[in-house]
């Protein structure tokens, strides 16, 4: 069984940057795809980052792109999710994801273990 851990989230004002990380309890990380969704109040979860097992790609939805970089240090068991200049859109629950093995398409990627979430808030 895999358990995922979230930290980082908060509250933050508008424009600011901020790191969430994820600690992963599974051996064999590194043959893990990851990835981060976020769900906001009333709205559908969404993707908003993933990241390959060999972390050579990267995929990232319009509403993030430019802003939001996904990174993972497979030495530490760890994904992180760096989220530059933040804004009030960006509110809300993130989860961390991962799934063993590859994808030939991270956008259309299931994912098989979740983390519990980390509430990030903006104010603006």
């Known amino acids: 069984q895999v358990q995922l851990v979230e930290s980082g989230g908060g509250l933050v004002q508008a424009g600011v940057s901020l790191t969430l990380s994820c600690k992963a309890s599974?051996?064999?990380?590194?043959?893990?795809?990851l990835a981060w969704f976020r769900q906001a109040p009333r709205k559908d979860r969404e993707v908003v980052a993933s990241i390959s097992w060999n972390g050579r790609t990267t995929y990232y939805p319009d509403p993030v792109k430019g802003r939001f970089t996904i990174s993972r240090d497979n030495a530490k068991n760890t994904v992180y999710l760096l989220m530059n200049s933040v804004k009030s859109e960006d509110t809300a629950v993130y989860y961390c994801a991962a799934a063993y093995g590859g994808s030939s398409d991270l956008k259309d990627r299931t994912y098989d273990y979740w983390g519990q979430g980390t509430q990030v808030t903006v104010s603006s």
């Open positions: 599974t051996p064999a990380f590194e043959y893990y795809t």
